[in-house]
């Protein structure tokens, strides 16, 4: 698991769950489960030594370091690249092929179309608000699209905690949402490691809301 923030976290916790042994990286300030299934690692995401020791022993790398920076404050520059960089050729030394990374909506791969009409605006405002970042995940995604590993770049909007949200949804071509719940995600992530769905594709994840949900913000709206 690559990241500390509260994506990783939950990816973890359900990865506990799913009863998958994980390994982390340490970091003050971050409290990872006490549990058996869990390995804590101390070094930085930006060294390759502590990269390669995290991968060695894996079968699928789950990269979340890059869902922190929307409220973080801000990385060293290049930072998504050079993680990145680190954990392909630790994974190609180790022969790890797997590789799960979260992203962000305004990311488009080396052979993508443009974005369809429908996710225009989202792409756009995501331009505008994490344009410093851009260029960091624009370099990421094409180094994980050459990588030749058996990547997927899950591209997320805003994460949160969504009361009663309902499956994720997913698009291949386009941004199809503007939040995506922090459980479901990380169930999603999760169940990728065995999944052949999205091999070597870039993919667009929001929350389906409920009935319930929606009468919900309906009546927030009301009042």
């Known amino acids: 698991m690559l990241g500390s923030g509260a994506t990783a976290r939950k990816v973890v916790d359900v990865a506990i769950e799913c009863r998958y042994a994980v390994k982390v990286l340490t970091s003050e300030g971050v409290k990872w489960p006490k549990s058996p299934q869990v390995t804590e690692l101390k070094g930085s995401l930006l060294e390759a ?14 990269n979340c370091f890059g869902s922190a920076l929307r409220t973080e404050k801000p990385p060293a520059p290049m930072a998504c690249t050079t993680v990145t960089r680190l954990v392909i050729a630790a994974m190609r030394r180790h022969h790890i092929p797997r590789y799960i990374v979260v992203s962000q909506p305004s990311v488009a791969l080396p052979n993508e179309q443009k974005f369809h009409f429908n996710g225009l605006l989202t792409s756009c405002l995501y331009r505008l608000r994490y344009r410093s970042q851009r260029k960091d995940r624009l370099a990421e995604a094409s180094m994980i699209h050459d990588s030749h590993l058996q990547w997927t770049l899950v591209r997320c909007p805003a994460i949160k905690q969504l009361a009663n949200s309902g499956t994720v949804k997913v698009n291949r071509h386009a941004p199809n949402g503007l939040s995506v719940s922090i459980d479901r995600l990380a169930r999603f992530l999760i169940h990728q490691i065995d999944s052949n769905t999205y091999l070597q594709s870039g993919i667009f994840v929001s929350s389906l809301s409920t009935p319930s949900y929606l009468r919900q913000r309906s009546h927030a709206t009301k009042i």
């Open 49 to 62: 030594k502590s990269i390669d020791s995290l991968v060695a022993g894996c079968t699928a790398v789950i």
